[in-house]
């Protein structure tokens, strides 16, 4: 199935609002463009049909979509749009609309958030985002996969940057379902490497068979770099050739970086991020459990420590 057959068959469908042609020019006027990425633009506007609401508006790049989803043509997979209108829930971006724009782009009309990603927070090393949050963040991004796996679908790229974490709040909302797959065998067989290098799993990089544990793994580096706003895997190399070091040396332990984590956490999430998949956190749920009585992310009530 193709991109357009995909977005024509989701007009049939009752799980949320879909349309047919969304005349972009004429519905919205723009306020900014918001990101570029490899197979999707996207940008944030009012919505005149809608009382002139801000919403995000990701367009995609329907030569690139269709070369991804090309790979599981055969198995009929959900686009990115089908699964995105099934997803409510309070960690999870909401998305009104999907259907084609006038020039022949698929288009995701969704709410959009105003607050920085956690990429942009760790990259930048912008504490006062976080002070005091951390526990309350990495509870907030666990409820968000866990809904997600609970659904019976495997995200595939968990990282920062799909993390946007809401205006003074210690909430955050999951986006980009653009290689969200369903959890079924197979959607899980070898050879689909695809996502954020630095955050991918060593079953990925090695093209090896997949599970939801692909997702634990990522999620595991994520609340590492939150907490020690470094990567586990330290070095120069930030292209895809840094994920082969993966599961060919160890990363850096958290302790060893913020020697005033809590060590029960530090273990948790050591083990979330496991290189061997018969190691790692076996789900969600188990980690969620895990970290139940842990209140703060620094023993004794310590400070955040003080970051160059």
């Given at each position: 199935m193709?991109i357009?057959?995909?977005?024509?068959?989701?007009?049939?469908?009752?799980?949320g609002?879909?349309?047919?042609?969304i005349?972009?020019e004429?519905?919205?006027?723009?306020?900014?463009?918001?990101?570029?990425g490899?197979?999707?633009?996207?940008?944030?506007?009012?919505?005149?049909?809608?009382?002139?609401?801000?919403?995000?508006?990701?367009?995609?790049?329907?030569e690139?979509v269709?070369?991804f989803?090309?790979?599981?043509?055969?198995?009929?997979?959900?686009?990115?749009?089908?699964?995105?209108?099934?997803?409510?829930?309070?960690?999870?971006?909401?998305t009104?609309?999907?259907?084609?724009?006038?020039?022949g782009?698929p288009?995701?009309?969704?709410?959009?958030?105003a607050?920085?990603?956690?990429?942009?927070?760790?990259?930048?090393?912008?504490?006062?985002h976080?002070?005091?949050k951390?526990?309350?963040?990495?509870?907030?991004?666990?409820?968000a996969?866990?809904?997600?796996?609970?659904?019976?679908?495997?995200?595939?790229?968990?990282?920062?940057?799909?993390?946007?974490?809401?205006?003074?709040?210690?909430?955050?909302?999951?986006?980009?379902f653009?290689?969200?797959?369903p959890?079924?065998?197979?959607?899980m067989?070898?050879?689909?490497r695809?996502g954020?290098?630095?955050?991918m799993?060593?079953?990925?990089?090695?093209?090896?068979?997949?599970d939801?544990?692909?997702?634990?793994?990522?999620?595991?580096?994520?609340?590492y770099?939150?907490?020690?706003?470094?990567?586990?895997?330290q070095?120069?190399?930030?292209?895809?050739?840094?994920?082969?070091?993966?599961?060919?040396?160890?990363?850096?332990?958290?302790?060893d970086?913020?020697?005033?984590?809590?060590?029960?956490?530090?273990?948790?999430?050591?083990?979330?991020?496991?290189?061997?998949v018969?190691?790692?956190?076996?789900?969600?749920?188990?980690f969620?459990?895990?970290?139940?009585?842990?209140?703060?992310?620094?023993?004794?009530?310590?400070?955040s420590?003080?970051?160059?």
């Amino acid at each position: 199935m193709g991109i357009f057959d995909s977005v024509k068959s989701m007009l049939g469908s009752s799980a949320g609002k879909t349309s047919g042609r969304i005349d972009l020019e004429k519905r919205f006027s723009l306020e900014r463009t918001a990101v570029t990425g490899t197979m999707a633009k996207f940008v944030v506007a009012k919505d005149h049909d809608n009382g002139g609401r801000l919403v995000g508006i990701k367009i995609l790049d329907p030569e690139k979509v269709e070369l991804f989803e090309s790979r599981f043509r055969h198995l009929k997979k959900p686009s990115e749009g089908e699964i995105a209108l099934k997803m409510h829930h309070p960690n999870v971006v909401e998305t009104y609309e999907v259907g084609i724009s006038t020039k022949g782009d698929p288009v995701i009309v969704m709410e959009f958030v105003a607050g920085p990603s956690m990429q942009n927070i760790i990259v930048q090393k912008q504490e006062h985002h976080v002070a005091g949050k951390r526990m309350m963040l990495i509870r907030s991004m666990c409820e968000a996969l866990k809904y997600v796996h609970g659904l019976g679908f495997i995200h595939r790229d968990i990282c920062p940057r799909n993390f946007i974490l809401l205006p003074d709040s210690a909430d955050v909302k999951l986006i980009d379902f653009g290689l969200t797959v369903p959890a079924l065998p197979p959607y899980m067989v070898p050879g689909n490497r695809t996502g954020t290098p630095l955050y991918m799993s060593p079953e990925i990089v090695r093209r090896r068979a997949t599970d939801k544990r692909v997702d634990l793994f990522s999620l595991g580096v994520t609340f590492y770099c939150l907490i020690a706003f470094s990567h586990p895997w330290q070095g120069e190399v930030v292209s895809g050739r840094a994920a082969l070091h993966h599961d060919t040396s160890p990363p850096k332990q958290l302790l060893d970086v913020c020697p005033n984590v809590d060590p029960s956490l530090a273990r948790s999430v050591m083990q979330l991020m496991h290189p061997k998949v018969e190691e790692r956190t076996p789900t969600i749920e188990h980690f969620i459990q895990t970290i139940s009585r842990i209140k703060t992310v620094y023993k004794d009530d310590a400070p955040s420590p003080k970051f160059a």
